[in-house]
Every structure is written in structure tokens, then in C-alpha cells.
């Protein structure tokens, strides 16, 4: 199912890049993918095979009046081969290559407070000049890790919490005791 929705979003993305769509694309794509998730109702109807890829293209004029026609036919193409079931990896295929393209690098800050505005633009300045790459930081605040910072940048994860480094205490000590 994985390289299935590879396949369909590149498709989408060759067409979205040709056309000058990306960004257009991406979030409509995305708008539909979150109302499907959302959905029960909509995830049952669209990926049953009990109702009939007529009921499902008039159902999808319907929910995407006003989306862009590229969207439209790439949805019905999938409806027509029965793929809709994929469309969530498709999104997720997608956002992918257009963080590649864009040379975005998603960065999630977790600190145990909210921390100002200066600091974390300094620290996603600092990440973008080493990776040359625009940082798209996202900050989360999470008491349970006492202070310090825990910094994920792609799929690497910097921790330095307090609660990692006594964590990290406790294990020499049980190790030092045993």
C-alpha cells in the first residue's frame, strides 16, 4: 500500500510542480485528507466498495465544490481504481516531497515552559544555518521533563531535559549499587 501511494503522490506532485500548484494542491489535498480522518461517515463511504464510483464521484463534486480541477480528477482517478483507501499515505507521501522541495526541515521544540519568542527563533536560526535548509519550528510545552529542552529535528532527537539526565543518574547509580 506504501509504494501504491508513493506512486499517486508523485503523480500529483509532477502535475502540481508542472502546473505551478504546489502549495494549492498540498493544502487542499490536506484539507480533504484531515475531513476524511475526521470522518467516520466520510472514511466509510469512500473506501467501501458497497457504494458505486458513480455515488462516490457525485459525493465528491459535491464535498470539494470549489477545489481546484487537478485535485478533483486526481481524486476521481483513484475513486475509479478503487485507491481511496490510500489517501491518507498519499497526503503524507506528498507533504513529504513538498518539504523536500521547499527545503523545509520540520523542527519540534519541547521545553518545560513556554519559552520567548527570541530564544526560539535564535535556536531555529542557528539549526537552519548548519542544515541549509528553512526550519519550520513547532513548539510544544511539556512539564513532565523538569526543564531543559528536548529538540527533534527530522527523525534525530536531541534530549537534554532534566528529566533525561536524571533518568540517566538513576541508571549509573542502580548500576554503581548492583
Known amino acids: 500500500m506504501e509504494e501504491l501511494a508513493q506512486v499517486y503522490a508523485r503523480s500529483l506532485f509532477a502535475l502540481a510542480r508542472?502546473?505551478?500548484?504546489?502549495?494549492?494542491?498540498?493544502?487542499?489535498?490536506?484539507?480533504?485528507?484531515?475531513?476524511?480522518?475526521?470522518?467516520?461517515d466520510l472514511q466509510l463511504f469512500f473506501f467501501s466498495p458497497y457504494f458505486s464510483t458513480k455515488e462516490k464521484q457525485a459525493?465528491?463534486?459535491?464535498?470539494?465544490?470549489?477545489?481546484d480541477e487537478r485535485l478533483l480528477?486526481?481524486?476521481?482517478?483513484?475513486?475509479?481504481?478503487?485507491?481511496?483507501?490510500?489517501?491518507?499515505?498519499?497526503?503524507?507521501?506528498?507533504?513529504?516531497?513538498?518539504?523536500?522541495?521547499?527545503k523545509l526541515l520540520p523542527?519540534?521544540?519541547?521545553?518545560?515552559?513556554?519559552?520567548?519568542?527570541?530564544?526560539?527563533?535564535?535556536?531555529?536560526?542557528?539549526?537552519?544555518?548548519?542544515?541549509?535548509?528553512?526550519?519550520e519550528l513547532t513548539k510544544?510545552?511539556?512539564?513532565?521533563?523538569?526543564?531543559?529542552?528536548?529538540?527533534?529535528v527530522g527523525n534525530s532527537i536531541l534530549d537534554a531535559s532534566i528529566r533525561n539526565r536524571l533518568e540517566h543518574l538513576r541508571r549509573q547509580v542502580a548500576q554503581g549499587a548492583s
Open 18 to 40: 508542472e502546473q505551478d500548484k504546489l502549495d494549492l494542491l498540498r493544502e487542499q489535498l490536506g484539507q480533504f485528507a484531515d475531513a476524511l480522518s475526521e470522518s467516520r
Open 59 to 67: 459525493a465528491l463534486d459535491r464535498v470539494l465544490d470549489g477545489a
Open 73 to 102: 480528477s486526481f481524486l476521481s482517478l483513484m475513486i475509479e481504481n478503487h485507491r481511496m483507501p490510500a489517501i491518507l499515505r498519499v497526503r503524507r507521501a506528498y507533504d513529504r516531497m513538498w518539504e523536500q522541495e521547499r
Open 107 to 135: 523542527v519540534v521544540l519541547t521545553s518545560a515552559v513556554e519559552l520567548d519568542e527570541t530564544t526560539t527563533d535564535s535556536l531555529g536560526e542557528q539549526i537552519g544555518k548548519r542544515t541549509g535548509r528553512t526550519v
Open 140 to 152: 510544544r510545552v511539556d512539564p513532565a521533563i523538569l526543564g531543559g529542552v528536548i529538540v527533534q
